[in-house]
């Protein structure tokens, strides 16, 4: 008996991304090696990401797609087998690499929930919570350090807390074992400060160290830096270095940590520790993440009570207790 022959159309009704420069919105249900797109869920500095569904093993995966070929395009392979080294609970986990179309691809687990810059921005999460998940976070980190690379790009919005409430580093497209920031083309219109740069100066410009600035050897002092400017910002609510481009911010960096705000309560001990996590030379930061974690201790020890705070709410509550006090 003779097989039949598919239809025509069977094929044409999948889409695919082949000649596709940027695929976004429009191109759900096309096949990247066996995994289908379903839903486009955001755009990095190097290509897409994607909710996609893994036929073979029945799962949903996100997907990191490049935006198409070109000499970069093995970063986001060896993204894939960067965090293939790395198993923490702390950090996204990495199923496979591969190639299809023309375009690499890195798929891995999907975690649905929020990342922790929109943590610190809604004014209902506490700050001991985004303090608590940014230590989890910092355990990853410590990790990936362990494992002997360099993650170049940590900031809030590449922590992501799960629905389980766990919080896991993702975005590792720059991660490096140590070695020289690599010189590649930068487009100097694309300088905002939360935006990561893939060029000569690799990393986002309101988070990176002054090393990074300055083109010099990237050590694991360099996140330990981006780790202490997002420990500032959750504590303060405001990042400790400001400038309008690159220049600005190595200049401020450079200058020496900032002062703290010391209305918030924030104690001592943390004030220390984060004053030489920010210290503009890296031999003189913390010798590792696990040191500096040690140093800060847990996330109730961050925050003690301000005796100036203290005062004043004693004294609120004497004044709206005046009435039920005084003589009827």
């Not at 690499?104 to 999907?110: D, K, Q």
């Not at 010189?183 to 939360?194: F, G, I, M, Q, V």
């Not at 996140?223 to 997002?230: E, I, L, N, R």
Request: glycine share 10%; proline share 6%.
């Amino acid at each position: 008996m003779l097989a039949q022959r598919p239809a025509p159309c069977t094929v044409s009704t999948v889409p695919s991304l082949h000649g596709i420069t940027s695929p976004h919105v429009g191109y759900e249900g096309a096949l990247v090696g066996r995994y289908r797109l379903i839903e486009h869920l955001g755009t990095g500095g190097m290509g897409s990401v994607w909710r996609a569904h893994d036929a073979a093993l029945d799962r949903n995966v996100a997907l990191k797609l490049m935006r198409g070929p070109s000499e970069e395009d093995s970063r986001i392979a060896d993204e894939g087998r960067a965090l293939a080294r790395v198993t923490h609970t702390n950090v996204v986990e990495v199923f496979e690499t591969g190639h299809s179309d023309g375009r690499s691809y890195v798929a891995m687990e999907l975690i649905d929930g929020v990342d922790l810059r929109s943590m610190m921005h809604d004014k209902s999460v506490r700050r001991l919570e985004v303090v608590a998940h940014l230590l989890s976070a910092g355990r990853g980190l410590a990790a990936t350090h362990r494992a002997g690379l360099v993650h170049r790009d940590f900031k809030p919005a590449n922590i992501v807390v799960g629905n389980d409430g766990r919080a896991r580093v993702i975005d590792f497209g720059l991660a490096t074992e140590g070695m020289p920031v690599e010189s590649l083309t930068l487009d100097a219109d694309d300088e905002r400060e939360d935006d990561t740069l893939v060029g000569e100066t690799a990393g986002t410009l309101a988070y990176m160290a002054p090393e990074q600035h300055l083109h010099g050897p990237i050590t694991a002092a360099a996140d330990q830096f981006a780790f202490c400017v997002s420990l500032y910002e959750a504590l303060f609510g405001e990042r400790p270095y400001r400038g309008d481009d690159r220049a600005d911010f190595a200049l401020a960096k450079l200058g020496g940590p900032p002062s703290m705000p010391r209305h918030l309560g924030v104690s001592r001990r943390w004030r220390k520790a984060l004053a030489r996590g920010l210290d503009p030379d890296p031999r003189r930061r913390f010798r590792s993440m696990d040191a500096l974690l040690a140093a800060l201790g847990p996330a109730h020890a961050s925050v003690r009570p301000d005796p100036f705070l203290s005062l004043m709410t004693a004294a609120a509550a004497v004044v709206a207790l005046a009435p039920a006090l005084l003589p009827g």
